[in-house]
Structure formats: structure tokens, C-alpha cells
């Protein structure tokens, strides 16, 4: 018999556990204590989607896209939440990377569909972080239930660091380390058991890790020959290596297909997706647009452009760039420093200003560049004034805008935002350098890596590049009749 003390805090448990959004896991079968619904956990991905791809390039290949969705597509619904809906992006960044936000928004990016051979080994990939998104994995962590700031993963995948402030919390740097050991080996499980579902051979997950592993081993060989620090991006199955048992068992436990059963690989159709795609810097992507009704200003030595308002005025200080309409009533003001390494964008903003508080802040991140923006109150009846920074590299640009005759019928604050916001890097005379691109050749009894590599201009890596990228580092060499990857 259950007395009534214990009857009340039998009560309050219950009331605990309801409040805290206790729920099944679709994907362990284990309860989930979060404070997050499904719905919710949908509406902060689809947020922050749609922030993110404002502010990070996008690569534009209709054919490849559509690809890369319907392959990613088969591969969700065979996943233990086929009911929501799924959304697969490509990142145009020549960086090894894929993510996922929550509530099925997946992401890879270019560089890494270069290293792919094979149609079962990208949906390795997306089953992966599929697998992720199944498991609630963004949603467990315990930052979760206070919000996710997008600009912390862009300001890491754009900058290949992390700043201090700008990693705020677990899910961020989960999402560009990888979420833990146990996690991510959840995340192979139920990878490979999508896989299987789907019709792939769940060992094709073992594949992946082998190629990515190949390029893990090269770039921390370069960045030591280089005297550099290996980049820090998502730990996509850095978690385990090749040989791993617990990492076998959870592939062997999603199946094995039968000796009838169709094993998919479609490497032909890989090819078919992957020829012309662009390798290593895509050059075109960072031609501005320049219509002729632009008030576009660029500088060539420190390389950068953006727009001011049309028809204000430009001028080139030794301190500054200023851009002011024909009848002063307002300045646009720009200014170049130098940044420390350890302040984040929002930190070294208000150090410069020494604004006891700025009004509307927040973050923002455009053309993988990071940065803040926020409005000083203006004093004694004046108007406020907006303030923004932006990081490129080392420096710092530094915007103030500043209204003196108010109009009603202008909104100020919105053209200097614009501008603000068009500001990006550009590489002036440089960016007419075409982009390299990926091309199939088929290898005959003389074909060799180093004969290749003669050929082929990749810099002081061009051998081993073309040996990772085609699945034969360190030391292989194609056969003959083999399809094989070039760049030119």
C-alpha cells in the first residue's frame, strides 16, 4: 500500500517527467528527457537552415543536387523517423565536412563528395548523419534545450578555428567534432542499418572510414611538413579507426544481404554526377555581381567589396572609408584593425566602443566571414547608431553608421544594413583564374599516379591529392581499365 507521502512524490515524478518532455526515443526505444518537442525541434532547425544558408555558399549544380537529395531521400525513409521531412544541401566549400541540424536538415559539403567512388559510399555519408538526426542526437545534449547559435558552427566551418565566445555551447562544437564517442557510434549503427534497409551493403560505411581516414592521415601530414595546425572540422567517423570491433559488431548487427539480393553500389552513376564538378577553390562562385546601377566599392590590396547606398558619395581617407549622400544628412563609416585571436566578434565590438549596451544585438556570419552588429542608443533625443564588425582573417572592419538630419521618409539604419551586409572578400584581377574541376579518364596499362601528376598542377601535393581522391593513398596505383578521377 502506497502511503500518502509517497503517493505525493509518486505524483510530482510523474508531473517532473511530463514537464521535462519525457518521450521515447524513435530510434533507441529509451526514454528521452528533453525539453523539446518534435515540433519544435523541426521549427529551430528549419530557423536556423534558413539563417545559415544566407550566410554560407551553396553550391549551384541543379543535376548534382537533385542526386544527392533523391539518394539521401531513399535512405530517410528506410530511417526510424521516415515521417518527417528531410532536406539535403550541398556546402560549397572545398573542406572534408557533413552535418546535420535538427529535424532532418542534412548538409555536405563539395570537398568531400571529390574523396567519394561511389554511390553506396555517399549514402554512407547521409545515412550517418541521418543517423544522427534519428537519435535525437542535437536535442540530447544538454545545451539544447537553451538554443543553438548557428554563427558558432559557420564561424568554425569558415575559419577552420574556434574563437572564444564564438562555440557557445555542446551541440556546436558536437557538430563540427563529432558528438562523442558513444554517439557517433550510435549514429554508425543506425547508418548501416538504414544502408541494408535501403539495399546498400552496410560494409560500405567501412569504405568511408577508409577514405576519410586516408585524408585524416594526409592532412596531419602536410600541416606538420607545413609547421601549421591541422584544421578542426566535423569528426565524420574520426571517432574509430578502420579495425574497430564495437564499430564491426554494430555493422554486422545491421545485416548482411543475401547472396540474391541486389547489393547497390552504382559507381557509374556517381561518376556521372561527380564529372565537371568543381575541386578546390571555386574561383566563379566569388566573382561579385556588378550590374551597372551599383554603387559598388572594391579595394584590391586589402580585397574586399561591397556595396554602398546608390548615389552616396565615396570617399578614401587615410583612416577610413566614408560614404555619404549628396546632402550629408547621414555617413556610412568603415575603418580596418587588427583583431586578437581570442575575441569574438560580439567581445571585441563592444571593447572598441565601449558601449555600455548596444540594442538589438546579435551575431551574424556572411561569405565565411563571422561577425556582430547592434545599435548604440543615441542620447538626448539623437538618433542610434549602428555599429557592426566583421573578421576577415586577422583584421577587423569596423562599421559605424550615423545619422545627423533625420528623414521620416528614409530608413537609414536599412541602407546601412545593406551595405553591411554586402561587404565580402574579393580577390580583384585574381578571381578571373577558372576553377579546377573533376574529370574521368580510364587508366591504361601506362597510366600512373606520378606520370599524372606531371600533368596535372594541384602544388606540391598533387600525387598524393590525386591518390586520395581516387581511393589509392599512399601508395597505389591505378589498374588498367580502371576509371579514375583528374583535375584540371
Known amino acids: 500500500m502506497i502511503s500518502a507521502n509517497h503517493a505525493k512524490w509518486l505524483t510530482l515524478s510523474v508531473f517532473i517527467l511530463v514537464t521535462m ?12 528527457f528533453v525539453l523539446m ?16 544558408i544566407k550566410s554560407m555558399p551553396i553550391y549551384q549544380d541543379e543535376k548534382l543536387t537533385k542526386y544527392i537529395n533523391s539518394v539521401g531521400q531513399r535512405v530517410a525513409k528506410n530511417s526510424h523517423r521516415p515521417q518527417i521531412e528531410y532536406h539535403f544541401t550541398i556546402i560549397d566549400q572545398p573542406d572534408i565536412n557533413a552535418f546535420a541540424l535538427p529535424g532532418g536538415y542534412i548538409y555536405i559539403n563539395r570537398g568531400l563528395l571529390a574523396f567519394l567512388s561511389t554511390e553506396a559510399q555517399l549514402a554512407a555519408v547521409l545515412a550517418h548523419e541521418i543517423g544522427h538526426v534519428t537519435a535525437r542526437h542535437v536535442v540530447r545534449q544538454d545545451s539544447a534545450r537553451k538554443g543553438a547559435s548557428v554563427l558558432s558552427v559557420m564561424s568554425v566551418f569558415t575559419t577552420g578555428s574556434m574563437h572564444v565566445g564564438d562555440v557557445t555551447n555542446l551541440w556546436s562544437s558536437a557538430a563540427v567534432k563529432g558528438y562523442g564517442r558513444e554517439m557517433e557510434l550510435e549514429a554508425d549503427g543506425f547508418g548501416a542499418e538504414y544502408l541494408f534497409n535501403t539495399g546498400y551493403d552496410p560494409q560500405a560505411m567501412v569504405e568511408t572510414i577508409g577514405v576519410l581516414k586516408d ?24 571517432s574509430h579507426p578502420r579495425n574497430d570491433v ?26 556521372e554526377h561527380i564529372e565537371g564538378m568543381v575541386y578546390g577553390v571555386n574561383y566563379q562562385a566569388m566573382v561579385p555581381k556588378k550590374p551597372s546601377t551599383e554603387n559598388r566599392y572594391s579595394h584590391n590590396s586589402l580585397g574586399f567589396t561591397l556595396l554602398f547606398p546608390e548615389k552616396w558619395q565615396i570617399e578614401n ?3 577610413a572609408i566614408l560614404s555619404t549622400p549628396e546632402n550629408k ?14 575575441l569574438s566578434p560580439s567581445q571585441y565590438l563592444r571593447q572598441v566602443t565601449k558601449a555600455p549596451m548596444l540594442l538589438r544585438s546579435e551575431d551574424f556570419a556572411q561569405f565565411g566571414l563571422i561577425g556582430h552588429t547592434g545599435l548604440i542608443a543615441g542620447q538626448d533625443g539623437k538618433p542610434d547608431q549602428r555599429i557592426a564588425v566583421l573578421f576577415q582573417g586577422s583584421r577587423a572592419y569596423l562599421f559605424s ?5 533625420a528623414d521620416e521618409k528614409i530608413d537609414y539604419d536599412k541602407l546601412f544594413l545593406k551595405s553591411i551586409n554586402s561587404f565580402q572578400p574579393w580577390r580583384g584581377k585574381r578571381t578571373n583564374r577558372k576553377s579546377k574541376k573533376i574529370h574521368y579518364v580510364k587508366a591504361n596499362e601506362n597510366t600512373t599516379i606520378d606520370g599524372l601528376a606531371q600533368h596535372i598542377k594541384l602544388g606540391n601535393y598533387t600525387a598524393q591529392q590525386l591518390r586520395l581522391i581516387n581511393g589509392l593513398y599512399p601508395r ?4 588498367s581499365g580502371d576509371w579514375i578521377k583528374i583535375v584540371k
Open 21 to 32: 518532455g519525457c518521450s521515447m526515443n524513435p530510434a533507441t526505444g529509451s526514454p528521452d
Open 37 to 52: 518537442s518534435e515540433s519544435a525541434e523541426i521549427e529551430m532547425g528549419k530557423e536556423m537552415h534558413e539563417k545559415l
Open 215 to 238: 585524408q585524416e592521415r594526409f592532412a596531419r601530414y602536410r600541416a606538420k611538413t607545413e609547421g601549421k595546425k591541422t584544421k578542426s572540422y566535423h569528426g565524420l567517423f574520426s
Open 246 to 271: 564495437r564499430l564491426k559488431e554494430v555493422i554486422e548487427k545491421a545485416g548482411k544481404l543475401a547472396d540474391n539480393q541486389t547489393n547497390i553500389v552504382n559507381a557509374a552513376q556517381y561518376r
Open 317 to 319: 581617407t587615410r583612416s
Open 329 to 342: 544628412a547621414a555617413q556610412l563609416k568603415l575603418e580596418v584593425a587588427r583583431h586578437q585571436n581570442n
Open 401 to 405: 553608421g550615423n545619422i545627423f538630419k
Open 476 to 479: 597505389g596505383e591505378p589498374k
